[in-house]
């Protein structure tokens, strides 16, 4: 589908990376669930270089095999060094799909590796890898040029040209510090793409307030340039420094922006998801939805002013670029003000069962109820907050996939390392 612009979420790697903030394993696979439900193409799922990593991803990868997470293919990230592929794929030998970062701006090869590495090097190091991966059975690979927007841009093409040669099957476009602008972003994809002929993919930080823009622009560039493009996003635009390209701002950019009518978004794409997954990556990561921020803002269908709401209520048309029913806003949301009971890291049976006996979920006998509640529990310990509805489910229907997840041995020696 050569218009089709595809969405690949980054927020449990580059999101989960945001200073002061994190997920646990478990809210990281709750959040896969929920993507995979909004019908991204892809979810970058983490790091399986990194050991305390590795249980989620091999418990997420169960999930696919399950027929659990079935719209959303999970990538991992790493470096691209043939050390680093070995390692993933000791670690988690059933990835699929992995995208391979090396630095390539001169500014990086002189600030970050010291002048150690020059262009051949990094080109050699980054087709090794690919090859490396390749050979493991990785089924996709895309290769990274972090810093790609102050890099040369005759350079890029070649390291372009030389990974899909070495088999890769997209070029990511990082745009690391946030630096282009959406004319030049356009332009700079376009050559790349016209040139190279392989898929690109646009990550675009938000340092300058253009994530969005910049990620829409390089995308037509891409289809522009005969090739496929796919869109890096965040949820709630979260990540280092000034976030990432805001995931539901990107999809309406595609939908509803106007001169976008010859691009067309993946079509697994559920739009009436949007809501829960923005509610509940704000609830996991513990911040709060800007007031203004679009389409899942408080105040993104508010209206104060008269004219404004004169017109709303004639014709939402008039004030309104989409519908909040689109979005799956609209339906009333119940706060209890009177007796609550709930389950935590000290709850006991009888709470316990009463909290799933109103999710309509029945136990098989007293040793399933007291197993999910240990497992509850757990939980409970490990994201530090009261568990939510869909998680209460997830544990119930996937007790196994929710331990292992949960389950992280810290690779210390003690006594043994010092003897």
Same mark, same amino acid.
């Given at each position: 589908?050569?218009? &089709? ?23 990281? &696979? ?56 070995? +390692? ?25 590796? $010291? $002048? ?20 493991? *059975? ?6 990274? @040029?972090?810093? !790609? ?72 560039? !891409? ?29 309406? !950019?595609?939908?509803? *922006? ?39 803002? @408080? ?9 404004? !709401? ?26 209890? &003000? ?8 000290? $709850? ?12 309509? +979920? ?10 999910? +509640? ?39 020696? $003690? ?5």
């Amino acid at each position: 589908m050569k218009h &089709t612009i595809w969405i690949v979420d980054v927020t449990n790697r580059d999101g989960v990376q945001t200073s002061r903030l994190g997920l646990s394993k478990f809210q990281k &696979t709750m959040l896969n669930c929920y993507l995979n439900e909004l019908g991204v193409a892809f979810s970058e799922f983490g790091f399986p270089t990194t050991s305390h990593e590795t249980n989620y991803l091999n418990a997420n990868l169960e999930l696919v095999k399950q027929g659990i997470i079935t719209k959303t293919r999970l990538s991992g990230w790493l470096r691209a060094v043939e050390e680093d592929v070995d +390692l993933a794929y000791k670690n988690v030998p059933g990835l699929q799909y992995c995208n391979l970062s090396m630095s390539t701006s001169d500014q990086m090869l002189a600030g970050k590796f $010291g $002048g150690r590495f020059d262009r051949k090097a990094i080109l050699n190091k980054a087709v090794h890898a690919v090859k490396a991966a390749k050979a493991k *059975g990785a089924l996709g690979v895309g290769v990274n @040029a972090e810093d !790609a927007s102050r890099t040369d841009l005759d350079f890029l093409v070649e390291f372009a040209c030389a990974a899909k040669e070495a088999g890769a099957s997209r070029f990511r476009y990082c745009d690391t510090l946030g630096y282009d602008t959406p004319d030049v972003i356009y332009t700079r994809i376009r050559k790349i793409a016209e040139a190279s002929g392989i898929g690109i993919e646009l990550h675009c930080h938000n340092d300058l307030g253009m994530a969005v823009a910049n990620s829409v622009m390089g995308a037509k560039g !891409a289809v522009d340039g005969g090739v496929e493009a796919f869109i890096n996003t965040t949820v709630n635009g979260l990540g280092e420094r000034a976030g990432n390209a805001d995931l539901v701002s990107c999809l309406l !950019a595609i939908v509803h *922006g106007s001169g976008m009518g010859d691009y067309k978004l993946n079509p697994n794409i559920r739009l009436n998801k949007a809501w829960q997954l923005a509610k509940y990556a704000s609830y996991a990561f513990g911040v709060p939805i800007p007031i203004n921020q679009p389409a899942v803002g @408080a105040n993104a269908f508010a209206h104060e002013s008269g004219i404004h !709401a004169d017109g709303a209520l004639k014709d939402r048309r008039n004030y309104e670029l989409y519908d909040f029913e689109e979005l799956g806003r609209g339906e009333p949301e119940v706060i209890e &003000t009177g007796r609550v009971i709930t389950t935590g890291e000290y $709850g006991g049976i009888k709470g316990f069962r009463n909290v799933y006996e109103k999710l309509e +979920l029945e136990f098989k006998n007293d040793a399933h109820a007291r197993e999910i +509640l240990e497992l509850v529990r757990y939980a409970n310990v490990h994201n530090q907050l009261p568990l939510v509805e869909s998680e209460l489910r997830f544990i119930y229907h996937h007790p196994d996939i929710a331990a292992k997840v949960m389950t992280i041995t810290p690779h210390y020696l $003690g006594e043994e390392k010092n003897a």
